[in-house]
Every structure is written in C-alpha cells, then in structure tokens.
C-alpha cells in the first residue's frame, strides 16, 4: 500500500495516549482539557425543524452565521455573515487554514508554547516554525517585527486571551503593538479564540483583530465546546474577504458542512433569553475550580515551582524549580493515578527548559483538586531526593 508522505509527519500524540490513561475510572487527570461536563447547559433538541434533514451549504446555517458577525461585531471586528464559515469546532479551521496556507517548508510563526493540536495540524501540511516566545504580556512584538523580515510566515497563529497552554492574557499595549507589526508587514493574523468568554478577572480581551489596519488580512476562531457543548463540534472561522471563499472551497471538498442540528442548537444557545446567565454561572463554576486549584498548588507545590495564576480559561502552567525531566515526572505520577500534560509537549521544538506542567482544573472536583495536588508535590518531592 501506499500511503502519502504527510502520513510520516504525524507523530504519535502524546494527548491521545495519555487521555486513554486516563479514562481509568481511579485516575486524577489535569491533563487534558475537558470542559466539566455538569456546567454544560442541557442538549434540549426538543424543537429542531424537520427541513435540518436535508444537506445543507457549505458556509453554514445562515441564521448562525448571522448571529456570529454581529457578536465580532459587537467586538470591535466588523464583519457581514457573508465573511463567517461554521466548521466542525475550531479545530477544523485550523485545517482548512493549514490546506490553505501551507506546503512543505512553509514557514508558520507561533507562540513558544503553542496548542499542541495545532502545531500538529500546521506540521502534518509540512510546516516549519518560527517559535516567538511568550512574556509577561505575550510576544514582544520587536522580535515579531525582526522576525518577520528575516523570515516572512505564511501567517501568524495567536492564543492571545488565556492561552493554552499557558493561560496568558495578552495586556493591551501588546495586542496593540502586534498589530501594528501585522498591518505594517501584511502578515496574515489567525486568532484562536476559545476561551475567550471564560473570564474570572477583568483584563483585556479586545481581539487583535479588531486593531489591524484596514485592508490588513485577518482571521478569528470561535468555537461553542468550551461554552457550550463539545460533542456537538461546532466552531467557526470569519475572516477577510481575500481569505474566506478560499476556506470555503476548502471546506466544500473537506465535509461539505457542518452538522446542521449542531448549528441550529448553537444559533437557540446564542439567542436564548438565558444565554448571558448561562456564561456568568459558567465563570463562577470555574473561577471557583481555578481557585481550589490556586489553594492547593500553595498548599503542596509553593517551594516546588512558580506559577501565574490564569484571569481566565482552563488551565495552569507551572514551572518547577529544578528542571526536572517531565516525561519521568508524568510516569512516576501516573503510577500513583494522578495526570499532568508535560510542557515540553507543546513547543514546535523541544525547549531547552525541562520541567513544565500545564494543570487543567475544569474536569475534576475541588477534593480530587487538592488529592491530586499533594500527590503530585510528593511526588517532585521524592523525584528530587527530598
Ligand atoms: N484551539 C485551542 C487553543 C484549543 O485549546 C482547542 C480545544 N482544546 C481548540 C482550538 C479546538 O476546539 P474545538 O475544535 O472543540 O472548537
């Protein structure tokens, strides 16, 4: 048989093995990314019209689309229905981008860490990396610019509201000054914007696209998982108008669309009188799993590592004192069923710095929190002969 050549540039995900681990009904997992399954809001299909049988457009359900240019627009980034296309989650759009953009070579500019399933996505494409690392306020845009003229990327991947994995806030002299990079040089801007509703702590959250000089490419991700319901897989991607028929031909050849059902219940979600309690209650739930997990990382891991605590999103991201090796740490922890996604897993290229965690704190209670937590303090503990 022959298989294509892209086939050798997937290498085996580590987030895949360690999610099988951890389905074990005994284990504490902080490894993945699973929004809490009892803040989700109900399924309700009760009411789908009959004519969602039928196959759909490409673009996606019309009313959704709708929907979704007036909430960016409400943003800050005006943008018509015409410029938005569902996908199945955002994670769809990070292929149709990648079919869009990149061949084997094709330089892409990420953050330095980055969402490990995007830096597989771009590379399965044959993409090459040009890593920005991230500051106290996000990339320092100076390197960006220099960046940029040494190398040029096909275009810029960006977390910049509560990153994964390292629940970053980009401050707002930063978002600007990206900005102005990107207008400046025409470098394409991909926003990933998932968690943005997830906000525990006033910051600010304008998108970077909002502040692109006109004419300047751009694109922005949403999705409804983290807010809404994952299993549904729906997303989407708006983008300028030079970039989005392009996608949707894509698409086209991809799926031909998203499942219609799911968008129908996005676009119910969106509208529903409740839809703004819904987020609120949200927020609570998880700024209260972010604080018992702040209290536990104090209480087990304060002379072990340091640590921000994220404004918003699902995660933590902790660097231990001693730069231990994490994939020893993660066998040494896992054997006492307790799971950490180890850091080095989501740099395009294995950082020099060993001895990074990213703690998810959505999916578990705060008592399997703090179980957890000082198992895993023991755990350093005993690794570095304390
Ligand atoms: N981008 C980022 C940064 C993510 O963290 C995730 C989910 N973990 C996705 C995209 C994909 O989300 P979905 O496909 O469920 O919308």
Redesign the pocket.
């Known amino acids: 048989m022959h298989f294509s050549e892209r086939l050798d540039r997937l290498t085996s995900s580590l987030i895949r093995e360690l999610l099988a681990l951890t389905q074990q009904p005994d284990m504490i997992s902080f490894a993945g ?1 699973l929004p809490a399954a009892r803040a989700m809001p109900p399924l309700g299909l009760a009411g789908v019209p009959e004519t969602l049988r039928q196959y759909g457009t490409t673009d996606g359900e019309p009313e959704l689309r709708a929907t979704i240019a007036r909430y960016l627009t409400g943003l800050g980034r005006s943008c018509t229905a015409e410029q938005v296309l569902i996908t199945s ?4 759009g ?1 292929d149709l981008v990648s079919k869009l953009f990149i061949d084997p070579g094709t330089t892409v500019a990420v953050e330095a860490p980055s ?1 490990l ?2 830096l597989q996505a771009f590379r399965f494409f044959g993409a090459e990396f040009l890593e920005l690392p991230l500051g106290a306020g996000g990339l320092d845009p100076q390197q960006l610019r220099d960046a940029i003229r040494q190398r040029r990327p096909a275009f810029l991947y960006l ?1 910049p509201t509560f990153q ?1 994995p390292s629940g970053l806030c980009y401050d707002e002299a930063t978002r600007a000054a990206v900005a102005e990079v990107l207008s400046e040089s025409g470098v394409p801007l991909l926003e ?1 914007e ?2 943005r509703e997830l906000v525990y702590e006033p910051c600010d959250r304008t998108p970077i696209c909002t502040r692109l000089a006109d004419g300047a490419p751009w694109m922005v ?1 949403g ?3 983290k807010t809404g319901i ?1 299993g549904l ?1 729906i ?1 989407y991607i708006a983008a300028s108008s030079d970039i989005h028929p392009h996608l949707v031909r894509i698409k086209q050849c991809t799926d031909l669309h998203t499942n219609r059902i799911g968008q129908w219940w996005a676009n119910q979600f969106m509208q529903s009188a409740g839809y703004l309690d819904h987020l609120d209650r949200l927020r609570d739930y998880y700024r209260a799993q972010r604080d018992a997990m702040q209290a536990g990382l104090q209480r087990y891991l304060a002379d072990l590592a340091t640590w921000q605590r994220p404004h918003g999103g699902l995660f933590f991201w902790i660097t231990l004192n001693e730069a231990v090796d994490e994939r020893e740490l993660l066998q040494e922890v896992l054997a006492r069923k307790v799971a950490f996604m180890p850091g080095g897993a989501f740099y395009a290229t294995p950082p020099a710095r060993q001895g990074r965690m990213r703690l998810n704190f959505s999916h578990s209670t705060p008592e399997q929190v703090d179980r957890g937590l000082r198992v895993l303090g023991d755990t350093v503990r005993e690794h570095l002969g304390r």
């Open positions: 990314g989650g955002s994670q769809q990070l969402y399933a995007a977390i994964n990933d998932p968690y991700m999705s409804f998982s994952p897989r997303g």
